[in-house]
């Protein structure tokens, strides 16, 4: 469902319930380490996610719109919050070394200790489903902010948009946006230090790790990679290059062919029988809320028609009753006084029946 937003709060708002998944899968592989992952997870979806929704915000202040389609080309206008948003969204999509790699690093060793602690083989099915289902929600995640960097900040802007008049949020939303991704290195280059301070002390048995993650030898190897490819394309711009025109016979030139970050993976969406789930997730069914309410709406609709109907019957038959009762007395009420005797002397009879059987 994040994959086909077109809308950047609703893209964000959707990956908020998957990573809530990798909290509960944490929890629910009953080893320590899989519970510590996903308390870890928490805290790291709070920061990064906290992140996201205020880039989005500083876009949204500067833009006026959340729409996909209607922006575009801001990372050269608002550089700090473009490169804070690629953190978030390298970390979310647990790209190392970021705070988001960590904890689902942990919850990953948690399923595998969980499926080789265990001797039913229903339950190792349970754990290889739920490792790949892991593995392969982090691509979809890679994949659908792949998507919303490049509708925002690198792609061509819209139609008819003046990008011109952007300019970086002020330094009271800037600075967030620093600690954030601050804290988005500091728990993903050393996560020990934290996870034995805070999360050890609270495990009831010792976390074992089954596989060897050195943070600080990798983000010294990113690094390392960065700073040679900065200084290799700092060795390449003194070259001189010279310019000159594409020979076209002089036939009209083609436009250059335009890639929408919104017509990304519309493949996926109209693929048969994922396009249904499409269009019924689309419509909100599966909602909760949507559930009660249109429940309540139902319920609501019977149970007028039923006290409605049971009314109306009820009415019907006390109406009818009484206008036969009324038929009857009419009839009885003859002006005949001989008639009227025999009904008091009947009456009178029956009243001493019944008290004398008292």
């Known amino acids: 469902m994040a994959l086909i937003q077109h809308d950047l709060r609703r893209l964000l708002s959707f990956h908020a319930i998957s990573q809530v998944g990798y909290m509960v899968l944490g929890f629910g592989t009953g080893t320590a380490i899989g519970v510590a992952g996903g308390i870890f997870h928490m805290l790291n979806h709070a920061i990064y996610k906290t992140g996201l929704f205020l880039s989005g915000g500083c876009v949204g202040k500067e ?83 792949i998507k919303f960097i490049h509708a925002i900040f690198l792609g061509q802007a819209s139609a008819g948009a003046d990008n011109r008049r952007v300019s970086e949020v002020s330094w009271s939303m800037r600075i967030p946006l620093l600690v954030l991704t601050g804290l988005c290195f500091l728990l993903g280059i050393i996560p020990r230090v934290f996870l034995k301070n805070f999360i050890d002390p609270a495990l009831p048995g010792k976390m074992f790790e089954i596989g060897d993650y050195n943070s600080l030898v990798v983000s010294g190897l990113i690094l390392l990679g960065l700073v040679l490819g900065v200084l290799f394309w700092a060795s390449q711009r003194k070259k001189k290059l010279r310019p000159d025109y594409f020979f076209i016979g002089g036939e009209d030139p083609v436009p250059t062919p335009s890639f929408p970050a919104t017509d990304f993976y519309r493949t996926i969406q109209s693929m048969p029988g994922i396009n249904k789930i499409y269009q019924v997730m689309e419509k909100e069914s599966l909602d909760i809320y949507n559930i009660i309410y249109r429940s309540l709406i139902l319920f609501s609709y019977l149970f007028f028609i039923f006290v409605d109907r049971i009314i109306y019957l009820l009415t019907g038959i006390t109406g009818y009753i009484i206008l036969g009762l009324s038929y009857i007395l009419r009839r009885l009420h003859s002006g005949v006084l001989d008639f009227y005797l025999a009904w008091s002397l009947s009456g009178l009879i029956a009243l001493l029946v019944i008290l004398r059987n008292k």
């Open 63 to 145: 833009k006026k719109t959340f729409a996909l389609e209607k922006l575009g080309g801001l990372a050269a206008y608002m550089p700090i919050t473009f490169l804070s948003a690629l953190i978030f969204s390298l970390s979310i999509s647990g790209i190392p070394p970021l705070n988001g790699f960590s904890s689902k690093w942990l919850i990953y060793q948690g399923i595998i200790a969980g499926l080789f602690n265990t001797f039913s083989q229903k339950l190792r099915l349970i754990y290889i489903f739920a490792l790949v289902c892991a593995m392969f929600g982090s691509v979809l995640t890679l994949a659908s902010f």
